[in-house]
């Protein structure tokens, strides 16, 4: 397996507009959805296409206008997400870390970690996390220790579900401090001697995003390189809602690929039933009718991708309680709208397309095993808990960065 290296980064285009972001998302998911199949099929990790990805400048879109970036708000991430989508949900999967810890470094870094970071990303660096463990007792248990010396500090400890390792120059690893027991982000490249990434990611759908393991072993750490995640996750600042913003905007897009897929195979391939009486499967009532159904289901989670993606911006252009809670509860709103449409859809998609659907070699599964996998992030149904304390209490959603 080759890995990034901190050194072989590329300087990302000079996106400077939403449209620019959304154009060249769309250009990109058509070339990436023809080899999305074999991708898929073959878990051929998508090396390329992640360059593709930071050449044409999609990893540097929210880099702060003072350090030469952008800096496009939540809406145009999450559209191109959305975008990429629904021609590979893996694919649009693996930035999703690094734009939620370019959001934590741009609440809780130094300026001078700051400036670092943003110009390395513009230069072309990619960052992966590596946050959850699989031995605590919930997700939200940490393991890995950062231990300061007087020579500087070191990380030991395992992390899996370390989406995008192996495209990353750098990893955002999430630890306790060893002294004062605080949860803290270090940035550290990931060519780091004591570092060993493994793609051991064996997953039943986003079978590319390399969520693997990732292992840290007396790893050296400058001091610099260190930020409390507490200002990020712990104070009304949209944090939560954003990284959950892109989970909607992916399982939105994966729900528009799979239908239109169904359409475009019952349009060419599919045979009308005998007893529907006509000559084109897509001229069947019951055919139309089910359509117009998962139209509805996918039309209302993107509806609701962009009034969350509109609460999200307007959190991060003045944070507040209000502002936050209301993103939060938007986006939770959304995030149920795009689950369900996410499961639906592509599980319908052999429904309404027949037998010959089912062949492997059409591939039409990935979009089902895309979904059911991605969808089990941040179950659903507390998101529904918060929405109805909210409207029966007028309780706001808890900050911890998940919601």
Request: proline share 5%.
């Amino acid at each position: 397996m080759t890995l990034a290296s901190a050194t072989d980064a590329r300087p990302a285009a000079a996106i400077d507009s939403a449209g620019a972001a959304v154009a060249a998302a769309r250009e990109l998911a058509g070339r990436f959805a023809d080899g999305a199949i074999a991708r898929d099929r073959e878990r051929r990790l998508p090396h390329a296409e992640v360059e593709y990805l930071s050449d044409a400048g999609l990893f540097a879109l929210t880099v702060p206008a003072r350090f030469g970036g952008p800096d496009l708000p939540p809406s145009v991430v999450a559209e191109v997400f959305r975008t990429l989508a629904t021609a590979d949900g893996s694919l649009a999967q693996i930035p999703h870390s690094h734009y939620v810890y370019l959001t934590a470094l741009r609440l809780a870094g130094s300026e001078a970690l700051q400036r670092r970071i943003f110009e390395q990303v513009l230069d072309g660096a990619r960052i992966a996390n590596a946050q959850s463990e699989r031995g605590g007792r919930t997700v939200a248990d940490v393991a890995t220790t950062l231990t300061r010396t007087a020579e500087g500090a070191h990380l030991d400890g395992e992390k899996f579900y370390c989406t995008g390792s192996p495209y990353a120059h750098l990893l955002a690893v999430l630890a306790r401090d060893a002294g004062s027991g605080e949860q803290v982000v270090v940035f550290v490249p990931a060519d780091t001697p004591g570092i060993a990434i493994a793609d051991d990611w064996n997953a039943l759908g986003q079978r590319t995003t390399g969520s693997g393991t990732v292992r840290f072993d007396d790893v050296a750490v400058p001091l610099d390189a260190i930020l409390p995640r507490s200002p990020a996750v712990s104070a009304p600042t949209g944090y939560g809602a954003f990284a959950q913003l892109l989970h909607v905007a992916i399982d939105t897009g994966v729900a528009r690929g799979a239908l239109e897929a169904a359409a475009d195979f019952v349009r060419t391939k599919s045979r009308p039933w005998f007893e529907a009486e006509v000559e084109r499967a897509q001229d069947d009532p019951l055919v139309i009718q089910r359509f117009g159904e998962l139209t509805v289901a996918v039309r209302a989670a993107e509806a609701g991708l962009t009034v969350a993606a509109q609460a999200v911006d307007a959190a991060f252009a003045a944070p507040g309680p209000d502002a936050a809670a209301e993103a939060s509860l938007a986006v939770a709103t959304a995030k149920v709208l795009a689950d369900r449409a996410a499961v639906e859809v592509p599980s319908a998609l052999f429904e309404v397309s027949g037998t010959r659907s089912v062949a492997g070699d059409a591939g039409l599964d990935r979009y089902w095993r895309d979904a059911r996998t991605h969808t089990l992030h941040d179950p659903v149904r507390y998101k529904v808990r918060h929405l109805g304390r909210f409207t029966l209490n007028e309780e706001r959603p808890p900050l911890h960065g998940v919601v």
